[in-house]
């Protein structure tokens, strides 16, 4: 099916509209409040971009708020987010635990602005896995877990068994947020025994 770009103009001027909206509402509030409020980044441990995205502070900037990627992503992974977002607002997030990145790298190849870089599964760096070595079941010898390594789509390269216990490798992870995903240990504050830090997201652009 071809783009529909009637409906891409009218996604963009309700974006305009609510921003404007937003904006005026804003001014109701403290100063302090509305700044830290509309221009907080909501990229962190397991809110990530989508694959290719690149360095936050230019972000906002240069996304369009198109909706191409959340539209073509067919694991409904990509999400956009709503006017409490501030300036990103409309911006494509992915929640890790809740749905991964399954990197069938569609988002990139339609995005048209090179927000999202055209790279491969392997090139992919949304964030990195760390693992929680005082929650992991392997490594407190409680059972005998290894559900991060059997989803990892690069198994033996992002992740891999040391005596039975699973090991990340910085250089191989592409930060897609499966292993997160299916971990089956969720602490009190929400984490899980492996989450996605989005360490590459803070990158300072070279002008």
Known sequence: MGWNWTRAKVKRRDFLQITVGLSTGLFLLPAPVRAGKFFASPVARNRLRPPGAVPEEIFAGKCIRCGRCVEVCPYKSIVPLDIGNGV?????LVYAETVP???CMKCVAVCPTGTLRKISQQETRMGLAVLNRQ?????QDQILCRTCYDV?????QAISLEELRPVVHEEACTGCGICTHACPLTAENGDKAINIEPLYAGA???W
């Open 101 to 103: 990145c399954y990197l």
């Open 135 to 139: 929650l992991c079941h392997n490594w």
């Open 152 to 156: 990892c789509p690069f198994k033996n």
């Open 88 to 92: 990103y607002a409309g911006t494509p």
């Open 204 to 206: 300072r652009v070279q």
